[in-house]
């Protein structure tokens, strides 16, 4: 009789809060939506949304196994952490003109569910056995419990979805409308969802604690099949590290992306390995276990490499906010890697040291994000301190600084630092910061910088660029190819292609040759070459130097009013040579009739 009773006081309370949550994101989304208070006020406005949409999932997830003062207590501290989260990206995000919800950044909205997770789901197992640390098999089958139970609200709630939809479709068919205009209404969306996800998670509560043995034994059944890919996860990361002795660092570096992947490999060997290790108490097959301590060790020069990519990065262009929050993940990587690393060599029971290195990262990864989202190490904190040392130590110049970053990009940090630099005694810098100041919104067309000369090949061998042609304001240049825009890297070719006795600039990216000649106004796009058949290596033609010109043949053009169209064969042109490039210059600028 208690059991049934304590049960429906979980019920009612879990509903309670269901329903209190809807209202106040309904209430929250309409004064942002009216510009009312206190939408009108951030720096509130901002805690009292994230607080109301991510919060109350703690007492729904943990009303029938925490201790009610615990529970309480942790939820405030929950609370007060999204709070002060909430706050600053509010605070650093604010302008005059941003009202509501328009200043908190997208990641947040990731950084504050994430630490929420991880913290409660070190919290709720020590609270249960009354220790700071509890047994690592009750946190292994927490994580797995609740994650079953998330899966199973957010399902029965977007089903709950689907049949509204279906209910108003079909009483539309007989001229009812009521349901759509009822399912449509904010008023009715926020509560109903609150309600019916509440209403889920309690179902899913009752069904996994009745049904315990079950759901642990679909969860070991996928963690067991997602285990037998770490072979192959082994065998890949080996192999790609095999190579690079080989290959070299060129090819890598040349992705721009090597950090990312880099710690990409890393995370699915973790993740791969802890699927092997489960709650450690039981050792998996043989194979498995072979597996898992080679992808200990492979971790190693995984993690080294994506910390020297980044050093280079860093190095050569400083800091911005993306490769902040890559160094916090390699600060993750370094220690899973470090425990996984002696948990491999260490003797004993077999990769014992793993369960206090997961818990030790879990509370490293909770204290990073609180970081990385509060002054302590905010990433455009950071960026805009290391850009603005670079632009005074004269490592970038003014022409080429990102001052559109300070204006839109780095929020309240960027804006105090344009401040300052408009009081630069550096002419150029001043005046530059004055301009960014004054923009209403991002111009994009800003980006252009011109080719990137300092990795850009030329060919043939021995062919050098005209100065003029690296001497050019490129920011001035009227042209829409895309090796003028930052971060592209082109190779270039250098050839007289129309027969006049000088030489043009065909710069090659991807499939595709854009073609400069030099004017009066200096050097323009005047035609581009593309099309190139699947198969066909520019970068391999360039290199092997069998790139040619074809024999001149005539051809006729469409005319259509004042209009030049040309004619292309249809479906030969990867058997056939294609027409010669003198005649995309004509079509591109036609001679007068």
């Known amino acids: 009789m208690d059991d049934a009773k304590h049960v429906r006081t979980a019920a009612v309370t879990r509903l309670a809060i269901g329903l209190a949550q809807g209202i106040a994101l309904f209430l929250l989304q309409k004064a942002d939506e009216s510009k009312a208070w206190p939408a009108t006020q951030p720096l509130l406005y901002a805690p009292l949304l994230v607080c109301a949409l991510m919060v109350p999932m703690i007492p729904l997830a943990a009303l029938s196994a925490m201790r009610r003062p615990a529970l309480i207590a942790w939820s405030l501290i929950a609370a007060a952490l999204a709070t002060i989260l909430a ?26 569910p994430a630490l929420l997770f991880i913290a409660h789901h070190l919290v709720q197992p020590a609270e249960a056995v009354r220790k700071p640390v509890a047994p690592y098999s009750d946190y292994f089958d927490l994580v797995g419990t609740n994650a079953v139970r998330l899966f199973l609200s957010l399902a029965f709630t977007g089903a709950f979805w689907l049949l509204l939809f279906l209910a108003a479709a079909l009483f539309k068919l007989i001229g009812i409308e009521a349901i759509q205009k009822l399912i449509g209404e904010t008023a009715f969306a926020f509560p109903a969802t609150g309600l019916m996800f509440a209403a889920a998670v309690h179902m899913a509560v009752q069904l996994t604690e009745a049904r315990a043995g079950l759901v642990r034994g679909v969860r070991t059944v996928a963690l067991v099949l997602l285990a037998w890919l770490l072979p192959l996860m082994v065998v890949i990361a080996g192999g790609f590290l095999a190579t690079l002795p080989f290959t070299g660092l060129a090819p890598l570096w040349g992705t721009k992306a090597a950090t990312a992947l880099l710690l990409a490999a890393a995370a699915a ?32 020069p995984i993690v080294v490499l994506a910390a020297y990519a980044l050093w280079l990065r860093v190095d050569q262009y400083g800091l911005t906010p993306d490769r902040v929050f890559a160094a916090a993940y390699l600060a993750v990587a370094v220690g899973f890697t470090a425990g996984y690393t002696l948990a491999a060599l260490r003797p004993g029971p077999w990769m014992k040291p793993l369960e206090p290195t997961n818990l030790i990262m879990a509370l490293v990864s909770v204290l990073l994000l609180i970081a990385l989202f509060t002054p ?3 990433p455009a904190r950071l960026s805009v301190a290391s850009q603005v040392k670079r632009l005074d130590a004269n490592k970038v110049t003014p022409e080429k600084f990102d001052f559109q970053f300070l204006r839109f990009d780095s929020g ?11 009081a630069s005694r550096e002419a150029e810098i001043a005046k530059r910061a004055r301009e960014a100041l004054a923009q209403k919104e991002k111009a994009y067309t800003q980006t252009k910088r011109g080719p990137d000369f300092a990795n850009m090949t030329v060919y043939p061998a021995g062919k050098t660029l005209p100065a003029s042609f ?8 009227g042209s829409d190819s895309t090796c003028l825009f930052a971060g592209m890297r082109c190779s270039a070719l250098v050839m007289d292609i129309d027969g006049d006795g000088t030489e043009e600039v065909l710069l090659a990216s991807g499939s595709v040759f854009d073609i400069f000649k030099s004017g009066d106004r200096g050097w323009r796009r005047m035609a ?6 699947p198969g066909v290596d520019i970068g391999a033609a360039l290199k092997a130097g069998t790139v040619s010109l074809a024999e001149p043949r005539p ?11 040309a004619v292309v064969p249809a479906g030969d042109g990867c058997v056939a040579p294609a027409p010669p490039l003198k005649d995309a210059l004509e079509i591109s600028n036609p001679p007068p009739r």
């Open 412 to 422: 309240r940090y960027g804006r105090d630092a344009l401040d300052r630099l408009k």
């Open 376 to 378: 302590i190490a905010d």
């Open 555 to 565: 051809r006729q053009d469409l005319i259509v009013g004042d209009q030049r169209l």
């Open 470 to 477: 690296r001497d050019q304001d490129w920011t001035a240049a």
């Open 528 to 533: 581009q070459a593309n099309g190139i058949c």
């Open 87 to 112: 706050v600053h990206a509010a605070w650093t995000g604010a302008g005059p003109d941003r009202l509501g919800a328009g200043p908190l950044s997208p990641p947040l909205f990731i950084a504050v």
């Open 269 to 300: 060997l973790i993740i791969l390995l802890n699927a092997a290790y489960q709650d450690g108490s039981e050792p998996p097959h043989a194979i498995l276990r072979w597996a898992a301590r080679a992808a200990s060790l492979l971790l190693i």
